[in-house]
């Protein structure tokens, strides 16, 4: 195995994946490195019929800039009432966010896959926005699923960059006001259904233990409810033990002579209490006992997550609008579909997989149709972050000829594109022009907070969606009222912070900091990678030595956005560490 380009040969096999494809390929600054990424991006174009080239220096891209004018300038003299009338009954949309777990860049026929056929999300981009530069903007699912719901970098809380396991507690502070309590205070009816990861619970409840965290057949409280959802149901996690079901603030189907209990992991340490216990990321150990009735095989899952979208779409018959935040299961290892997809795909068990999650989608767009929603309702599609290549070895997924990530570098839990750039799909009917795409956007899952709470003018206060800042100028094509992103700080799965501004990424240390980075710091090399995504999405050519000057200004305004607690202008937030401990 060859030494990639920045030495992270910790991160092990997927390196060697990497090196498959001659890094040499892309160490000039050759137009060929350029038009390489580029060309297979235009692949993306073409195969999504999308009407505008993403390229800012072509002649279609121009046409998009123009038609993004005439219609942001036809939006702007359109009288207020008119923008946004909807078929709904206040002018309103449904909006439906569907989150996959650790769907990579290039896993859908949309974003370039060629190995694997996913016609059910691919109609999102047919007829909706395809988005190419989003970010999640963190590595792995619950630091993400922080960002989504609170509009602020999770590495400012307790979990960092990594996620929480069975023994933690809400991560989100139940006071802190969310994109959930956002949609219910403009009077939607809000649902969560699918992965939490976030947590339930904290220190101190009934039946807690300071190091199996707490009593699952108890109320699982404070949880999703105590964050703005009106209804829960779905799973605490995938993957770790317990597999279980909840509904609101129960676990579904649990017998009290079967009482469910966590096990203690058998390494030493975690007979410490709750607080010095090792950190996230050596719980995987902990296991499950009795519960028998309440457990899934992982082979339904996807199933009984599906069954129970599609039957809340199907129930739905309120007159006020929904926020559903459907946070699916695919394609999180392990790779079990259910046994009709197995075979189904060029790739094995990773594309079948694939399969079943476009299947999924595939019905709940048809539950949004069959019920006359189609038209109403906003669907945004997106990722918690990149593709695994590998770091579970025994979910190595046979990926022949497909690049879960595309053309990005690195791969879940990294800092590296390929870690936390995802595809991101918009589509509301006669709002949002069919086929379209926007390679221009910064911006980060971070970012919706911001974004509703312009739609619905919405004046944030300064303790909310601290790092959040709107798209809806670029979502709905209009005059957009508060700042636009100009930075976006992303982090790894140990915090290898990363600051991006413009084309330019600053990294700040030699590594992707991936969930095998060892924190070894070779002198002989610079002390951090600093790319230009513009020339080289690739993320190979780092001009660190050569930029000191620009290396020097985005420390400072990553500094600047530490010590101030937030980013967001109008914002406040007291000066933050990178993961403190836990309160
Ligand atoms: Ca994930």
Request: hydrophobic fraction near 35%.
């Amino acid at each position: 195995m060859r030494r990639s380009v920045d030495g992270d040969s910790s991160q092990g096999e997927w390196i060697s994946l990497a090196a498959e494809e001659s890094p040499k390929r892309y160490l000039p600054f050759s137009n060929g490195a350029n038009l390489r990424d580029h060309a297979k991006l235009d692949q993306l174009g073409n195969r999504a019929q999308c009407h505008y080239s993403i390229f800012p220096s072509t002649r279609l891209n121009s046409m998009l800039a123009r038609t993004h004018l005439l219609v942001a300038l036809a939006v702007f003299f359109l009288p207020p009432s008119s923008v946004f009338c909807a078929p709904g009954s206040d002018g309103r949309p449904n909006v439906l966010f569907i989150l996959a777990d650790d769907l990579g860049y290039g896993d859908l026929s949309c974003y370039g896959a060629t190995k694997v056929s996913t016609p059910h999300i691919d109609r999102l981009a047919e007829e909706g926005r395809r988005f190419l530069d989003a970010h999640s903007p963190s590595s792995v699912c619950t630091p993400t699923r922080y960002n989504l719901l609170t509009g602020r970098y999770a590495w400012r809380t307790w979990v960092g960059g990594s996620t929480v396991w069975a023994n933690d507690p809400l991560l989100i502070d139940p006071d802190r006001y969310t994109l959930a309590d956002l949609f219910r205070e403009h009077g939607y009816a809000t649902a969560c259904l699918g992965k939490w990861h976030l947590g339930f619970g904290e220190p101190g409840m009934e039946g807690w233990d300071d190091v199996l965290g707490p009593d699952y057949n108890r109320l699982l409280k404070p949880g999703p409810l105590e964050l703005g959802f009106d209804y829960f149901w779905g799973f605490p996690h995938v993957g770790q033990y317990p597999h279980y079901i909840a509904e609101n603030h129960r676990v579904v189907g649990l017998d009290p002579e079967d009482p469910l209990r966590i096990t203690p992991d058998k390494r030493p340490g975690f007979e410490l209490d709750y607080r010095s216990r090792p950190r996230s990321g050596l719980a995987a150990a902990l296991g499950q006992a009795g519960g028998v009735a309440t457990r899934y095989e992982h082979e339904e899952l996807s199933d009984r997550l599906t069954e129970r979208a599609v039957r809340w779409l199907d129930e739905y018959d309120e007159e006020r609008p929904f926020f559903l935040y459907l946070a699916h299961r695919n394609i999180h290892g392990p790779l079990i579909p259910a046994p009709r997809f197995v075979g189904t795909s060029e790739i094995g068990p990773y594309g079948d997989f694939l399969h079943e999650f476009d299947w999924s989608v595939g019905q709940v767009l048809d539950a949004l149709d069959r019920n006359g929603l189609t038209e109403k309702t906003l669907v945004l599609f997106t990722s918690d972050n990149g593709g695994v290549k590998e770091y579970r070895p025994n979910d190595y997924p046979v990926i022949e000829g497909h690049r879960i990530n595309g053309p990005l570098r690195g791969q879940k839990t990294t800092v590296y594109e390929g870690g936390v750039r995802v595809p991101f799909l918009a589509r509301w009917p006669g709002h949002i022009p069919a086929g379209t795409t926007d390679a221009v956007t910064l911006f980060a899952l971070t970012d919706m907070m911001a974004t509703f709470a312009e739609y619905f003018d919405h004046d944030l206060p300064p303790n909310v969606g601290e790092d959040s800042f709107s798209i809806v100028g670029a979502l709905f094509d209009r005059t957009q009222e508060t700042p636009r992103r100009e930075s976006l700080v992303m982090d790894s799965y140990r915090e290898m912070m990363a600051i991006r501004r413009g084309p330019w990424k600053l990294i700040m240390g030699q590594h992707g900091g991936g969930a095998r980075y060892r924190k070894t710091f070779d002198p002989e090399r610079p002390e951090g990678q600093l790319f230009h995504l513009g020339n080289e999405l690739r993320e190979w050519v780092s001009h660190y030595r050569t930029r000191p000057e620009l290396v020097a200004e985005l420390e400072e305004e990553f500094a600047r956005i530490l010590h101030e607690g937030h980013s967001r202008p109008g914002a406040t937030g007291d000066p933050t560490v990178i993961r403190p401990d836990r309160p």
